[in-house]
């Protein structure tokens, strides 16, 4: 099992450029997470999904969406990236409710 | 507002014990999770408590007071793999998690 899947791991863009990060779970999860890791910070909920069809704002939406058209995939799109989006991204899922979330590898993004 | 505390940096010898303390202020309560992530890498899940008392898996160790605001995490006889940062996170009356800046745990030989 390839449990959950991030791409790209690494990424440089200028400000302004937009770019969609890809995450996908083969373990037929309901429940997707993007978080953004800042050092010294906490993980930040950026959007979730309690399934296909179904996406909520976290706590820091703001420069960010999501889609969620299939159980399996949950990309993030940065429009118009902005050097405060320079950060660690996280994917996760969970089976339900849970709290127990399986994460996927993170992507390191820088905008300069 | 809603608010984790956790040590930011313990330092412990190898085949010793480490406590590493959360304390919490959040708007309900509805589980609290232990994560451990080594540097570079994702959070792994470690522990959840949801009643008092201690929870124990292995070497390692969770209590929770819930009357207390207030969680540790046990690690006994410690290995050099033990090195990393180890995250608090209280589910909120909004069944979301929030999380700690956690704690980096060094082990010295």
């Known amino acids: 099992n390839a449990g959950v899947t991030q791409t790209p791991k690494f990424r440089i863009l200028k400000i302004g450029q937009s770019m969609t990060l890809q995450c996908t779970q083969d373990?037929?999860?309901?429940?997707m997470y993007w978080y953004r890791q800042d050092p010294g910070m906490g993980l930040k909920l950026i959007y979730y999904s309690v399934g296909a069809g179904i996406t909520d704002k976290g706590e820091v939406p703001n420069g960010y969406n999501v889609s969620r058209s299939t159980t399996e995939d949950f990309p993030l799109r940065l429009e118009l990236a902005a050097p405060s989006q320079t950060s660690v991204y996280f994917c996760?899922?969970?089976?339900?409710?849970?709290?127990?979330?399986?994460f996927g590898e993170g992507s390191r993004l820088t905008v300069l | 507002g809603q608010n984790i505390d956790q040590p930011t940096e313990m330092t412990a010898t190898e085949g010793a014990i480490v406590q590493i303390n959360c304390t919490y202020q959040?708007?309900?309560?509805?589980?609290l999770f232990w994560y451990q992530q080594h540097a570079g890498e994702a959070p792994t899940f470690l522990s959840y408590?949801?009643l008092d008392g201690l929870e124990e898996k292995g070497r390692f160790s969770s209590f929770l007071s819930r009357s207390k605001g207030y969680s540790y995490l046990l690690l006994k006889e410690l290995q050099m793999k033990d090195s990393a940062s180890y995250l608090c996170?209280?589910?909120?009356?909004?069944?979301?998690?929030?999380w700690g800046a956690g704690t980096k745990l060094i082990i010295k030989p």
């Open positions: 959040t708007s309900g309560f509805n589980g």
């Open positions: 373990m037929n999860h309901n429940y």
């Open positions: 408590n949801v």
């Open positions: 996760a899922s969970a089976l339900g409710d849970t709290g127990e979330l399986f």
């Open positions: 996170a209280v589910k909120d009356s909004n069944y979301q998690l929030i």
